[in-house]
């Protein structure tokens, strides 16, 4: 048992419980994660407890000169919602974290692969299952996660519809792109996508590795995974979409999230000045 500075007897693994806690709000378990190995990380770090951290010892750890301004930005964010949860628990009285503003991050950028690249990466899959979840990234958005959880029944080619479980376990039915229901005649027709060994399904992380190292494979660099997700929203709004109705696509609560991922071609921009 640990007597902290509020005068609680806790337990020590208190981080284990504010994750348990993340668990039952509905988080997934990569949220959960990240947010633990930040709060783990600044303890092992510094070897003092978030439970006794003043805003001294956070300022001096978040503002070391090599964490780049979103690594700092992210982890204020952890931080905020760790002190948050210990002080509803009557873990400690105070939010040291308040008192340090959080950093703004720099503006996001879209980075799309080209649609030549895409339909490189399409061609070259020597695999059904790799070439599956190339169409469920580029012509459907679909994040690596929700790849790796995805079961035949999630795809319904008489309506053209897929079902989508997304983040926080929301449920979404979307129309499918022609492509990608041709190819579904081709994946299980029962059961999960991309079955493993070890678990029911892949995970996400798996599907990520196994597209980078199909990109590099095929000339694609500096491009992950998550581009292909880029890639569909760049291409919805080229071809007219309108912007709600890439928000509605993408499964993003906000149209500020999905200008992220909406880049702004050269072509369309040298179209736009060659209109003056």
């Keep these: 048992m640990t007597i902290t500075n509020t005068g609680h007897e806790v337990r020590d693994d208190y981080i284990g419980r504010w994750c348990t806690h993340l668990y039952a709000e509905g988080k997934t378990r990569r949220t959960v994660q990240d947010r633990g190995a930040t709060t783990r990380r600044f303890e092992r770090d510094t070897g003092i407890s978030l439970?006794?951290?003043t805003?001294?010892?956070l300022a001096i750890w978040l503002g070391r000169p090599e964490l780049v301004l979103v690594t700092r930005s992210v982890?204020?964010?952890h931080f905020k919602m760790f002190?948050?949860?210990?002080?509803?628990?009557?873990l400690r009285a105070d939010n040291p974290i308040t008192a340090i503003k959080a950093p703004r991050r720099p503006p996001a950028q879209p980075r799309p692969i080209s649609v030549e690249q895409f339909e490189?990466?399409?061609e070259k899959a020597d695999r059904d299952d790799l070439k599956a979840m190339v169409l469920l990234a580029g012509l459907?958005?679909?994040r690596v996660a929700e790849i790796a959880r995805f079961q035949a029944r999630n795809m319904d080619t008489a309506t053209g519809l897929i079902e989508v479980r997304g983040k926080g376990g929301a449920t979404y039915r979307l129309p499918a792109h022609p492509r990608l229901i041709a190819h579904a005649k081709r994946m299980p027709d029962r059961g999960y996508w991309f079955p493993s060994q070890r678990a029911k399904h892949l995970g996400g992380r798996e599907v990520s590795m196994r597209v980078r190292l199909h990109m590099l494979r095929n000339g694609v660099q500096h491009a992950t995974p998550h581009c292909l997700r880029h890639t569909f929203a760049?291409?919805?709004?080229?071809h007219g979409a309108d912007l709600r109705v890439v928000q509605e696509?993408?499964?993003?609560a906000t149209l500020q999230t999905t200008a992220i991922y909406t880049a702004i071609t050269d072509q369309r921009k040298r179209a736009a000045v060659e209109a003056l």
């Design 51 to 53: 439970l006794d951290a």
């Design 140 to 142: 459907a958005g679909l």
């Design 249 to 252: 696509l993408m499964r993003h």
């Design 234 to 238: 760049t291409r919805l709004l080229e």
């Design 75 to 77: 982890w204020h964010s």
């Design 83 to 90: 002190f948050e949860w210990a002080v509803r628990q009557g």
């Design 55 to 57: 805003t001294d010892d």
């Design 120 to 122: 490189l990466l399409v």
